[in-house]
């Protein structure tokens, strides 16, 4: 079984195109949202993973790199401009702003997993030249 596959499982069968392109649609829902958003917590954020996290300690490079490797992506973009596209979104000049509107109990949280995100995008990035 495929690490991206069996990262999402949960009854241990494989996971379907359909249940990740779901999980790539609701992502891309989650990023629209969080722009009109006054307040936000850890659980507003898009975590580019297939299993949501429910601390930074989740957001390994292992399961970010298989989530961004998924061969369940939409074709539209290469993998590397895909990576390219999410790492603006979690670089902290721009992901700081979004981090003024997370309330206090989750900042530190949201603030540790946005830069768990970006290097490990990254690293992907630079392994993938």
Known sequence: ??????????????MTREEAVKIFEAHRRQW???QSRESLIWEDFP?????????PEDLTTATIH?????PFHPQDKSQRDRIKELIKRWHPDR?????SKVKASDLEKVSEGGGLVVRALND?????E
């Open 124 to 128: 992907l990035l630079r392994s993938s």
């Open 1 to 14: 079984m495929q690490e991206y596959e069996r990262l999402h499982s949960k009854s241990g069968r494989e």
């Open 95 to 99: 992901f700081n702003h979004i981090l």
């Open 47 to 55: 975590w580019p993973m297939f299993k949501t996290p429910s601390s």
């Open 66 to 70: 298989s989530y961004m490797l998924s």
């Open 32 to 34: 629209e949202k969080i």
